[in-house]
């Protein structure tokens, strides 16, 4: 079956602008997480959604924001870029909300802010 | 908020030898999972540990969950270039709804052949 798909792979935006980032989880997967990936602080947990609800959000500013479709494809918002938002951004999918078969994760969003 | 330790942060071994990353949480674990990210690549997840004291083997890897439920480590025998990656432990605590996963920042793990 398809894994977890993330649109765009690689994407240059200017500080200030906005950007959305694409996740299509793995078939039958409803719960969506997503995480911040930098050298420094590894990765930073986003926010998680189940049958399209957040149920968990990680410490980031308002600025990063996301929603879950009815066909369980999530979508994350960055507005107001800083340079300090480059980083590579992955999706996870699993079956459960408790992930208790693991997560899948896609290949990730490396986006840099110039 | 809940912490979870790894260390060491990086590892340099000859092929062939021993390998073992330690994974702490500042709290009690409901379960503890382990994944692999290769260099370029995303994690992939290795295995998931729930019961006190478990302890799992998958060929040259062994995973064990302390008593207290609050450290894990994983154990690679007679390391091979292939195990190059970075290896991250996951914790999550019981409780409520809240079911995120806390990563442990992970151990560069380099082989030299």
């Known amino acids: 079956k398809a894994g977890v798909t993330q649109t765009p792979r690689y994407l240059i935006k200017t500080r200030g602008q906005q950007v959305t980032l694409s996740c299509s989880p793995i078939s039958g997967h409803r719960s969506v997480s997503w995480y911040q990936q930098t050298p420094g602080q590894g990765l930073q947990f986003l926010f998680e959604?189940?049958?399209?609800?957040?149920?968990n959000k990680g410490n980031f500013p308002g600025r990063f924001s996301g929603r879950q479709f009815s066909n369980s494809r999530s979508e994350m918002n960055v507005s107001t870029l800083e340079l300090g938002d480059s980083a590579l951004y992955l999706c996870?999918?699993?079956?459960?909300?408790?992930?208790?078969?693991?997560?899948?994760f896609g290949s990730g969003t490396r986006l840099t802010v110039v | 908020g809940q912490q979870v330790m790894q260390i060491p942060q990086y590892q340099h071994v000859q092929e062939g030898e021993d390998f073992t990353t330690y994974c702490n949480s500042s709290?009690?674990?409901?379960?503890i999972q382990w994944y692999k990210q290769r260099p370029g690549g995303h994690p992939v997840f290795l295995i998931q540990?729930?019961?006190?004291?478990e302890v799992k083997k998958q060929k040259r890897l062994t995973f064990q969950f302390g008593e207290a439920k609050k450290n894990s480590s994983l154990h690679i025998t007679a390391t091979q270039t292939t195990d190059v990656g970075t290896y991250f432990c996951?914790?999550?605590?019981?409780?409520?709804?809240?079911?995120?996963?806390?990563f442990g920042k992970g151990t560069l793990l380099t082989v030299n052949p």
């Open positions: 996951a914790g999550r605590t019981s409780g409520g709804s809240n079911y995120k996963l806390t």
């Open positions: 709290t009690t674990l409901s379960n």
């Open positions: 959604y189940f049958s399209e609800t957040q149920r």
């Open positions: 540990l729930v019961k006190s004291g």
């Open positions: 996870a999918s699993s079956l459960r909300l408790d992930s208790s078969y693991g997560y899948t």
